[in-house]
């Protein structure tokens, strides 16, 4: 399966047109599309399947839980798939069977080791700040992002470990946050503030065969080694993030990239 990957558009202030690309089966938006939500209608009647998670920015200045579900109801009438703790099965041109899974798999702040937790943390309340969300009434404040980031870390880890009701010929991860540091951006490194971009899901990594992720505002397209005896030999980890264009984060951004599965 061919697919194309988009995320970190930030359409409510990026001046960019997405276009199908030819010969792509599948279109994925990995997050922070638009926080205003209405760059989502650009992506009605793509002439492919699109799959999407959301991002952080989707849920900016909103209560987190009615967003989730407006953004649900919002896409769903564009014709865009919105998953958040579920999985769905495609099948390509050539007759193959792909397992998707898909969580925005917020950060849990353990990607420094649960020692530097704590610093993490703190760094992350920046972000959320600057997020202004709620939650129940209350801030959707760091705390708040590790509570749901671990829900959504034991979710995909079962679903990962238990075998589908049909076999397939792959198993594709998709999620906003990265699930390594090795897709940390290489502008600020292994900082506390990384922690807010990535998990330490490298031991979820061999049991699938594609990660999809955005988040970072740069890009990344790299493979992940197993020992001998992991289900996969390997697991390819690709992020295809625009990110701001002010900032030059978009130079050398190629939105015609297609990822093969």
Same mark, same amino acid.
């Given at each position: 399966?061919?697919?194309?990957?988009?995320?970190?558009?930030?359409?409510?202030?990026?001046?960019?047109?997405?276009?199908?690309?030819?010969?792509?089966?599948?279109?994925?938006?990995?997050?922070?599309?638009?926080?205003?939500?209405?760059?989502?209608?650009?992506?009605?009647?793509?002439?492919?399947?699109?799959?999407?998670?959301?991002?952080?920015?989707?849920?900016?200045?909103?209560?987190?839980?009615?967003?989730?579900?407006?953004?649900?109801?919002?896409?769903?009438?564009?014709?865009?798939?919105?998953?958040?703790?579920?999985?769905?099965?495609?099948?390509?041109?050539?007759?193959?069977?792909?397992?998707?899974?898909?969580? +925005? %798999?917020?950060?849990?702040?353990?990607?420094?080791?649960? &020692?530097? =937790? $704590?610093? @993490? !943390?703190?760094? #992350?309340?920046?972000?959320?700040?600057?997020?202004? +969300? %709620?939650?129940?009434?209350?801030?959707?404040?760091?705390? &708040?992002? =590790? $509570?749901? @980031? !671990?829900?959504? #870390?034991?979710?995909?880890?079962?679903?990962?470990?238990?075998?589908?009701?049909?076999?397939?010929?792959?198993?594709?991860?998709?999620?906003?946050? @990265?699930?390594?540091?090795?897709?940390?951006?290489?502008?600020?490194?292994?900082?506390?503030?990384?922690?807010?971009?990535?998990?330490?899901?490298?031991?979820?990594?061999?049991?699938?065969?594609?990660?999809?992720?955005?988040?970072?505002?740069?890009?990344?397209?790299?493979?992940?080694?197993?020992?001998?005896?992991?289900?996969?030999?390997?697991?390819?980890?690709?992020?295809?993030?625009?990110?701001?264009?002010?900032?030059?984060?978009?130079?050398?951004?190629?939105?015609?990239?297609?990822?093969?599965?």
């Amino acid at each position: 399966m061919r697919i194309q990957l988009l995320s970190d558009l930030h359409l409510e202030s990026e001046d960019f047109e997405p276009q199908p690309q030819p010969g792509a089966e599948l279109l994925v938006l990995a997050g922070d599309i638009d926080s205003s939500w209405h760059g989502y209608a650009r992506f009605a009647g793509w002439p492919v399947p699109v799959l999407a998670v959301a991002g952080n920015h989707e849920f900016d200045g909103r209560d987190f839980d009615e967003a989730a579900a407006a953004l649900r109801l919002h896409c769903a009438r564009l014709g865009i798939r919105l998953l958040e703790r579920e999985s769905v099965e495609l099948e390509d041109d050539q007759g193959r069977r792909v397992r998707f899974h898909g969580t +925005a %798999r917020w950060c849990d702040f353990d990607a420094l080791g649960p &020692a530097r =937790r $704590a610093r @993490a !943390l703190r760094a #992350g309340a920046y972000f959320q700040r600057v997020m202004a +969300a %709620r939650r129940g009434g209350l801030p959707f404040d760091a705390a &708040a992002v =590790r $509570a749901e @980031a !671990l829900v959504c #870390g034991d979710w995909l880890a079962s679903v990962l470990a238990t075998p589908g009701a049909t076999p397939c010929a792959a198993t594709v991860v998709i999620t906003h946050f @990265a699930p390594s540091l090795r897709s940390a951006d290489p502008r600020y490194g292994a900082s506390p503030s990384t922690a807010s971009f990535c998990n330490a899901d490298d031991g979820l990594l061999p049991l699938a065969d594609l990660w999809l992720h955005g988040h970072l505002h740069c890009r990344h397209d790299y493979r992940a080694l197993h020992p001998a005896g992991a289900p996969r030999s390997s697991t390819r980890i690709v992020s295809q993030a625009r990110g701001l264009a002010g900032k030059e984060e978009s130079a050398g951004y190629d939105a015609s990239k297609l990822i093969e599965v």
